[in-house]
């Protein structure tokens, strides 16, 4: 009969371990990790076309109050508003990073920066 997992033991016992060391080892991410969505409020127009064409309704544009509202809970990382941002503002993009953990579910909201005359 034998003991099949004592070899198993013995052997992991031994050898590296298949798990990066987080966060002590950072994490590397390739150009197709799908993080979070980021807005460059100095360059956004606040056209309002990533909130319509955003699928998961996680997008809200607020021209007159210049603000641009996400909930991260919602969004499902489909790079719609990313690939519908106007050619002269690309504002929006996908950063690879991970947005940081939030203590509560509420919805982020930026404000474009006001211009000084």
Known sequence: MGFPLTGMTLKN???KPVTKR???EPQVYTELTRGHIHNDME???LCGICEK???AVALA???EAGTWT???YSCVQCMACVRNCPPRSQSLSMKPEY???VVSMSAETFTKPTEAN
């Open 61 to 63: 544009v607020n021209k």
């Open 43 to 45: 360059k956004c127009i």
């Open 99 to 101: 947005a940081p953990a």
């Open 13 to 15: 016992m031994v050898s």
């Open 53 to 55: 064409t955003c699928p």
């Open 70 to 72: 996400i909930d991260r």
């Open 22 to 24: 987080y966060p002590f």
